[in-house]
């Protein structure tokens, strides 16, 4: 039996594993684990493993996972998500939708200061929500917009997706997160609008909020600038050369946990924040262990790179070869996680897209390109049955929500997600201009 032949027989064991509920990472290390046996034997093997986790660990760019992980926990648990879902609440909570609106806004800022989707959602949910259900929106325009806008939270720099894409392409990450702002204000953007129009089509949908006074504006906003000040300093700073990616992760979270204290964290919270971020952490580097293993037998089997021979011999547009690639990872997000798919599909896929011609672009362009427009997709399978996470934690928040209104909710905000993806894929510059302007 070839390598290849190999290759398939233990991603599709991995994948019927997945479907009877055995964890990622486990299915992971057993599918690498029982291929590199089989071509290698079992001495190589365990001569690869007692090197493989200090080899993966003791990468030093690992180190912004828990920073960023401890940044959100803190926002979370700080109290940062009300002042800012106030402050974009006090701007337009007085137009029809704009409490749903404002929603959305405060997902995109909490973004800014969190990289994850799940804490983005469930933290925006506990402090939206009941302000929804208090002005009689409709269940399913509120779990839509909370959902669809959770999923900024790994759109908008820092994510922890795209830092760990960032790893296993060897791209710079600070050039990702610059390059991920643009299409995440097109999301913010698009979300809002997709507001606008069901309450325009429905005007029950969202009733227009009070009109705040120019001196509440200015409190809201005095509330929220140190997060702002954050955000720029640790971005503009990784980008600038001032400090590398796992410096400016530091500083960051350094200043969310002064302002977090500001605001009201006492030790419970800090407690809770640190074993929060330790817990998703241990998951995560789990997971890596799990996909480095795989990986490692993947390379043995030669499988992506006949994968990529294979595709570029087809003589299939290269477009067409691209869509197909979405496809497959709004398929694969309506089953797995958003960082279980990268870590999965990258080292297949990457090799194959750079093989190919897109507009022309040069290979440090592609890779940052194709790194947004798959952190893009993958991010729509946080919102897309039958798993749709985001959605799942939206349900459960509210009892007068269920799960299928929440998902007929979500409807109107995929369509912004596609819109958003085919501009991307026609328009690289969307996402290159900032980096290409900042270089």
């Not at 800014?112 to 009941?130: D, E, H, K, R």
């Not at 200015?218 to 600038?225: I, Q, S, T």
Request: proline residues 5%; glycine residues 12%.
């Amino acid at each position: 039996m070839s390598g290849v032949e190999t290759g398939l027989i233990a991603l599709a064991a991995m994948l019927v594993m997945l479907a009877v509920r055995v964890p990622i990472a486990v299915a992971m290390l057993l599918a690498g684990m029982g291929g590199y046996t089989v071509l290698a034997g079992w001495d190589p093997l365990i001569n690869h493993l007692k090197s493989a986790a200090y080899g993966r660990y003791s990468n030093y760019d690992l180190s912004v996972v828990p920073m960023f992980l401890l940044m959100g926990n803190l926002a979370s648990r700080g109290g940062l998500s009300a002042a800012l879902f106030a402050a974009t609440r006090a701007f337009i909570g007085h137009l029809r939708g704009g409490i749903a609106m404002a929603a959305v806004g405060a997902c995109a800022a909490f973004g800014a200061i969190c990289g994850s989707s799940l804490a983005t959602a469930a933290t925006m949910g506990q402090v939206a929500l009941p302000e929804l259900r208090k002005a009689n929106y409709d269940p399913g325009l509120s779990a839509g917009a909370l959902a669809a806008g959770g999923t900024l939270g790994i759109l908008i720099p820092p994510s922890i997706v795209l830092a760990i894409y960032a790893i296993l392409t060897e791209q710079n990450i600070a050039k990702l997160f610059t390059a991920a702002f643009v299409p995440g204000l097109l999301a913010t953007a698009g979300y809002m609008a997709v507001i606008a129009v069901v309450v325009r089509l429905k005007p029950d949908a969202g009733p227009a909020g009070p009109r705040s006074t120019w001196n509440e504006r200015l409190h809201a906003l005095w509330d929220v600038w140190p997060i702002v000040v954050i955000f720029v300093v640790m971005l503009g700073g990784m980008y600038g050369g001032v400090f590398s990616a796992t410096e400016g992760a530091a500083i960051g979270t350094g200043a969310t946990l002064i302002l977090a204290v500001v605001k009201g964290l006492r030790w419970a919270g800090l407690r809770d924040s640190l074993l929060g971020a330790a817990r998703a952490t241990g998951m995560i580097f789990l997971i890596l262990l799990g996909a480095d293993i795989l990986n490692a037998f993947l390379a043995l089997s030669q499988l992506p790179g006949e994968l990529a021979t294979w595709v570029q011999g087809t003589g299939w547009p290269p477009l067409v070869i691209l869509t197909a690639v979405i496809v497959l990872y709004v398929v694969l997000g309506c089953f797995m996680d958003s960082l279980s798919m990268i870590l999965l599909t990258v080292p297949i896929f990457f090799p194959m897209i750079m093989g190919l011609d897109f507009w022309g672009l040069e290979a440090a362009d592609k890779a940052i390109w194709f790194g947004i427009l798959a952190l893009m997709v993958v991010e729509i399978g946080l919102i897309t049955p039958p798993v749709g996470m985001n959605v799942y934690i939206i349900s459960a928040m509210s009892r007068d929500i269920s799960m299928g209104t929440a998902f007929r909710g979500v409807v109107p905000f995929l369509v912004s997600d596609v819109v958003r993806v085919l501009l991307l894929v026609l328009f690289p510059s969307l996402s290159l201009w900032l980096v290409h302007l900042m270089g």
